[in-house]
Nanobody, 114 residues
Framework: QVQLVESGGGLVQPGGSLRLSCVAS????????VGWYRQAPGKQRELVAT???????NSADSVKGRFTISRDNAKNTVYLQMNSLKPEDTAVYYC????????WGQGTQVTVSS
């Protein structure tokens, strides 16, 4: 059974920063690509960023230059550093293994508002 626990969300003003964490209970965490996704009210879930087992990263155009994904394999944890936050970044953020698409955590709410 794979479990994912996201944390680090909250209320932040525009221009602020947050760091999200996702801890995964899975064997061989280091071999998996991990992604951060988000879902805003009334919208479909969208991919935000991914990081491969080798550390290669990719991110959506909407967050390029502002969000950074990283991982600590020793802690089975993936992070999302979010800077220069905008109101349109408001969403519930989830992590997921693209190779194991059925497993999702409860998500963490990020609200960007003044």
């Amino acid at each position: 059974q794979v479990q994912l626990v996201e944390s680090g969300g909250g209320l932040v003003q525009p221009g602020g920063s947050l760091r999200l964490s996702c801890v995964a209970s899975i064997n061989m965490f280091r071999i998996y690509t991990v992604g951060w996704y988000r879902q805003a009210p009334g919208k479909q879930r969208e991919l935000v960023a991914t990081i491969t087992s080798g550390g290669s990263t990719n991110s959506a155009d909407s967050v390029k230059g502002r969000f950074t994904i990283s991982r600590d394999n020793a802690k089975n944890t993936v992070y999302l550093q979010m800077n220069s936050l905008k109101p349109e970044d408001t969403a519930v953020y989830y992590c997921n293994f693209p190779q194991l698409p059925d497993y999702w955590g409860q998500g963490t709410q990020v609200t960007v508002s003044s």
